[in-house]
Each structure stands twice: as structure tokens, then as C-alpha cells.
């Protein structure tokens, strides 16, 4: 594959499009939204944009494209529309793949009435150009070698894509987040802890574990010599107890009220480029250690 189609170039997009030229492929983006080529060039500083293209149509996207990686808004009609357009321009062999954060490659596909078994969900974690997962999402009607071909593609420009066996919505890494987010608005609304004490807790303890291993291998080193085995037999019973006493939420104008000031108070005086900035900085140099770490799985 030389080729790329970014369609929809916000923030997903354009991180997309900054990881396709850093890996030496052609480019075609587009974007229907007044000043979008102007933003997407602004995104892009420092990223060598010679392989760049802009376009106004979909269309003219999909039909250079040998992938089209689509980063429209969250929204089935919105998707069905576009996807309408890019399965009648693309090549019948060109692998369509979603950025969609939740919605089902089945409903997605409903859009493309002439390849339906071309689409999947190929969706990324902010920013794509730096974080590593790809979760790769078949629907009903996907071809399996249409998922064969996506995790290839992704695996090539050194992503560590994970092939789901069925759709979900929100597939894997965003229903485990949603899990950790239900606790901690709970926590806030019940006034157990702020916004600032539950991100210190996370950034400062087991997120720094989460960085380096997944869950399931963290556990298992917990447990010394048992392993997890030893965490299971031995925890297993009060985590239960506390599963049982997890809170159960809903996002009320109130508590979106107190979250959001939650975060500003969190962030007072901080500039927010700043903090993506010494954010990226970091990922970097996580990313750099753990490459160096041949035992690291």
C-alpha cells in the first residue's frame, strides 16, 4: 500500500495523517468543514507534508486511496452517508476502515450497499502517531481477509494492532476505560475523593504499572512466586466485595458540572499545549524504554 485516504481531519485525522507521511506513504485528506486544509497544514508542523494531498470530495479520496482510514463524526447517519460515497469510489479491494470509538462495523457497513464485506474497524487511541493500539473490529458481513489485511497494514507502520473475535460496542480498551470512568464519577459524586486526588491516584500508581503491562501480567507479578494463581485464591473474594460496592452512576448536568470544574481547578494555570506537549514528551520516551526491553511482551 502507497496510498492513503484520511477522511475527516480533526484531531484523529490529522494525528492519522501524521503517521502515514512520517512512514514515507502518500497521502490524500479531506475534510468537508470551512478552513479544514488550513488546520490540517497547522496540525501538521514539523511532519514532512510532500506526500500531502488535500481534496474536497470523498469521492476523489477514496478512488486514489489502496486504504481509507475514515475519522467522521460519532454518528450512524453521518457514517452511512460517507460510507455510501467512499464504497462507491474506492477499488473493490481497498479495505475501508472506521476510527469509530464505539459504534459496530455492522452498523457502519449498512452505508455501503455495493462491498459491504470490505469494512471494519480499525480504531485507534489518542494520538495515533504516538500510542501503539489499533483494535481491529470485524463486523457481521466483514471478509475475514479484510481483517487479515488491516492488522498487516497497521502492523507495518509499527502499530500493535489486537484482533477482536466479534464486535462490541466500544470494543475492548473503551469499555475498560468506561469501567474505571463509572467508579471514579461515583467516587467524585459521593464525595469520596476530587478530580485531582483520582488522576493522582491513577498517573502515580497503577497507571504507571498499566503503561508498562496489561492488567492480567501485572496481577500475575503481584502474586510472587504463586503468580496469579496465588493474587486470585487469595484476593479474589474481596475484589468481589468491592465489585459489589462499585457505584453506579449517571452523568447528571450536576455531576458533569462538578467533573468539568473538577479539571479546571486540576488545571489551573496550566497551558493546555503545554500539557499535551510534556504528555507527548514523556509517551516518547515510555514508548523509547519499553522498545529497548526485549522481555517486555
Known amino acids: ?14 494525528s492519522w495523517a501524521a503517521l502515514f507521511l512520517t512512514r514515507g506513504l502518500d497521502v490524500v485528506a479531506t475534510d468537508p468543514a470551512p478552513g479544514a486544509e488550513e488546520r490540517l497544514r497547522s496540525a501538521l508542523e514539523g511532519t514532512p507534508t ?39 469510489a474506492a477499488r473493490p479491494d481497498v479495505v475501508l476502515a472506521s476510527s469509530s470509538s464505539g ?37 457481521r458481513d466483514t471478509a475475514p481477509e479484510v481483517v487479515d489485511r488491516a492488522v498487516a497494514f497497521y502492523t507495518s507502520l509499527g502499530k500493535r494492532p489486537i484482533r477482536l473475535a466479534r464486535e462490541v460496542p466500544g470494543h475492548v480498551a473503551n ?3 468506561a469501567a474505571l470512568w463509572q467508579e471514579a464519577y461515583s467516587l467524585v459524586e459521593r464525595g469520596i ?8 491516584a491513577i498517573a502515580n500508581g497503577p497507571g504507571l504499572r498499566w503503561a508498562v ?25 474481596p475484589t468481589e466485595e468491592w465489585w459489589r460496592d462499585l457505584g453506579r452512576v449517571h452523568l447528571t448536568p450536576k455531576l458533569a458540572e462538578t467533573l468539568v470544574a473538577g479539571v ?31 522481555d517486555l511482551p
Do not use: W, Y
Not at 475523593?193 to 493522582?200: G, R
Not at 500539557?275 to 522498545?291: E, G, I, P, Y
Open 1 to 14: 500500500m502507497s496510498t492513503v485516504a484520511v477522511v475527516g481531519t480533526g484531531v484523529i485525522g490529522a
Open 264 to 294: 479546571d481547578a486540576e488545571l489551573a494555570g496550566t497551558d493546555d499545549r503545554a500539557l499535551v506537549t510534556a504528555r507527548d514528551t514523556v509517551l516518547n520516551a515510555l514508548l523509547a524504554a519499553k522498545a529497548a526491553q526485549p
Open 50 to 88: 510532500d506526500r500531502l494531498r488535500f481534496v474536497a470530495d470523498a469521492g476523489e479520496a477514496a478512488a486514489a486511496a489502496d486504504f481509507v482510514q475514515e475519522n467522521g463524526p460519532e454518528r450512524e447517519d453521518v457514517k452511512h452517508a460517507l460510507f455510501a460515497v467512499l464504497d462507491e
Open 193 to 200: 475523593a476530587t478530580v485531582a486526588d483520582i488522576d493522582t
Open 103 to 139: 459504534l459496530l462495523p455492522s452498523a457502519i457497513a449498512r452505508g455501503c450497499p455495493h462491498h459491504p464485506e470490505r469494512v471494519v474497524v480499525g480504531h485507534p487511541f489518542n494520538p495515533p502517531h504516538l500510542i501503539p493500539l489499533v483494535e481491529v473490529v470485524p463486523g
Open 213 to 237: 503491562l496489561g492488567p492480567f501480567a501485572n496481577q500475575h507479578l503481584s502474586g510472587g512466586a504463586g503468580g496469579l494463581a496465588h493474587v486470585l485464591a487469595h484476593l479474589g473474594p
Open 175 to 177: 469499555r475498560l476505560q
